[in-house]
């Protein structure tokens, strides 16, 4: 299964970009609600979420300091 975001304009289903949908395809529309917010508000939105997770998130384990000094990539660590 793939997805496609697209809009919905003049009685048309209009994808965004230009998707290969192979002909004879079969599809299942999901219509989405409208958004009230633009794109800022949704991030700052988001990041206010964000804050308040972190706010209520315990502390990091006294492991974490040890770890990070020792400078490993914690990043390239965790790519498998």
């Not at 009230?36 to 988001?46: D, I, S, V």
């Amino acid at each position: 299964m793939q997805a496609y975001k697209a809009h919905y304009e003049k009685g048309l289903i209009v994808p965004l970009g230009n998707p290969v949908i192979p002909e004879g395809s079969e599809l299942i529309v999901t219509v989405l609600e409208p958004s009230t917010e633009n794109r800022a508000e949704r991030q700052r939105n988001a990041f206010r979420r964000f804050m308040a997770a972190m706010e209520s998130a315990p502390p990091l384990p006294d492991e974490f300091d040890e770890i990070i000094s020792r400078r490993v990539n914690i990043q390239r660590e965790a790519v498998l």
